[in-house]
């Protein structure tokens, strides 16, 4: 399964990504919040009017299916 610091590692392109999932993240926050997967998901869950419990739940989906695709592309 995809990891936060695989996402982060290469945030260049993998945010366009996230973006499309989450459209509501605020791409000036970002250089913060990618440092901070907790503060990332509390973003994420203001931006989309989810608990953070939600939030986080959302966010590990998301990261399946992009390892999921990874997969596929190997």
Do not use: I, Y
Not at 18 to 47: C, G, I, W
Not at 49 to 70: H, I, K
């Amino acid at each position: 399964m995809m990891k936060w610091t695989d996402l982060t590692q290469d945030w260049a392109s993998s945010f366009p990504r996230v973006k499309s999932r989450f459209p509501h993240l605020d791409d000036s926050s970002m250089p913060f919040l990618k440092l901070d997967r907790n503060r990332f998901e509390a973003h994420l869950a203001e931006t989309h009017q989810l608990t953070v419990t939600e939030a986080r739940e959302e966010f590990e989906d998301f990261l399946f299916v992009e390892s999921l695709s990874r997969e596929m592309d190997d």
